[in-house]
């Protein structure tokens, strides 16, 4: 999973909003707010056309400007030319939010321009930086389609305040959805301020099992959505499962991260995994989520790759995308896979779903071909009457 992109933005709106207010000060001077003059020079800033001036202008009236030019100011972004979730109407939010944050989650409901998530999480991050708990709490009180927002700001906000408690408070909900999402957002916090050494060894040093074990897979998570894949894998690498035993899903979540940002390296480095359970699942599912996202680059890839033991699994999940138009070729190049297993599993798969969707053609072919008896028993099933296979893959 990628970050949350009201993140990215709301730090661009930090960075050339209030940040850039203070280097605005040595080129133009303090800017007054006086009402009824305030209200004009919010309409004036507003609508200046140069985006980048227009939000260092906007930036140092909303750091000069006190309490009571709120109307004034919720006035200026009511009639100013601006879209749902600009930079001016997230960092207006922000500003808000430091005064009344439920008021100005109140706006984000009342106000078009102010209906996105970019603008709701502004208001939970800045909430959550001087009242973490109050932040927390109110997250169920914001629509469904901004609750993912909040969530995320509401970390971040938490965070960057210092405050401590964070992680014990995640730790302290119940299994759920709510908790899960939490921690991923928890965990892709502590990479982005610490770095992945840093944020392992903090996870590592919590005193619940369960919670440090789910922390610990999450960070892996973010390093490898954050581009820090080569430090993650380095320390997953003596983790890594090796005998028949269930895999630890440690490959499976570098993998999957991985391949989407460097699908080169991420190949390659599952390619160096010890033989085992552990690799074959971090092949796989790494292969899948490419397939689902990008499959042009990732059929390109198995079209000139080597068919090897360590790559079966990334053309096992080929071959049934292969198997909708011509099953039979794809049949043909699971026949040469050396892990008997896996050729016998998604041999049956394909040759089911052959035979219920071209019973003659299938059992010409199971006919003919050379399989072992009850392989072939067990992939010809829905061509016998009254038949009800399972597909042994769910």
């Known amino acids: 999973m990628k970050p949350p992109a009201f993140l990215a933005l709301a730090a661009s709106c930090l960075g050339l909003g209030f940040a850039a207010a203070w280097t605005l000060r040595s080129h133009v ?69 430091r005064i009344d944050p439920k008021a100005a989650l109140a706006w984000t409901a009342a106000e078009w321009r102010a209906q996105s998530s970019l603008v709701v999480g502004s208001v939970f991050r800045i909430w959550a930086h001087s ?3 109050a932040a927390f709490a109110y997250i169920g009180s914001v629509p469904e389609f901004h609750n993912n927002a909040a969530i995320d700001a509401t970390i971040v906000g938490w965070h960057e305040s210092g405050r401590p408690g964070l992680l014990e408070r995640v730790g302290s909900l119940p299994e759920g959805v709510f908790r899960q999402h939490l921690s991923e957002s928890l965990a892709r916090r502590l990479v982005l301020s610490q770095g992945t050494e840093g944020a392992l060894r903090e996870v590592e040093a919590i005193a619940d099992n369960q919670l440090r074990e789910s922390m610990t897979m999450r960070v892996a998570s973010a390093a490898a959505e954050q581009g820090d894949a080569r430090a993650i894998a380095a320390w997953a690498a003596p983790r890594v499962t090796t005998g028949s035993e269930s895999p630890s899903g440690i490959p499976r979540r570098i993998g999957t991260r991985w391949i989407l940002r460097n699908p080169e390296a991420a190949l390659a480095w599952l390619a160096s995994l010890p033989p085992g359970v552990d690799r074959d699942d971090g092949v796989m599912e790494s292969f899948r989520d490419w397939m689902r996202f990008n499959p042009g680059a990732a059929q390109v890839w198995i079209q000139n790759a080597k068919l090897e033991r360590w790559s079966e699994p990334a053309f096992s999940i080929y071959a049934r995308t292969v198997s909708k138009r011509e099953p039979e ?23 089911r779903r ?41």
Do not use: C
Not at 55 to 70: G, N
């Open 29 to 97: 001077g303090p800017v007054a707010l006086g009402a009824p003059a305030g209200a004009d020079r919010a309409h004036d800033v507003l609508a200046i056309s140069d985006p980048l001036t227009r939000s260092f202008r906007w930036a140092a009236l909303l750091e000069q400007a006190p309490p009571d030019a709120l109307p004034a100011l919720r006035d200026a972004v009511a009639h100013a030319p601006l879209d749902t979730g600009d930079p001016e109407v997230v960092s207006f939010a922000m500003w808000w939010a």
């Open 131 to 133: 009242d973490p708990e």
């Open 329 to 351: 070729k794809a049949l043909a190049l699971v026949a040469r896979f050396s892990d008997e297993d896996l050729r016998t599993r998604i041999t049956i798969v394909i040759a």
């Open 354 to 394: 052959w035979a219920m969707q071209d019973p003659k053609a299938a059992a010409e072919w199971l006919a003919r071909a050379d399989l072992p008896p009850d392989v072939r028993a067990r992939a010809s099933e829905p061509l016998r009457a009254g038949a009800r296979p399972r597909d042994p893959e769910g």
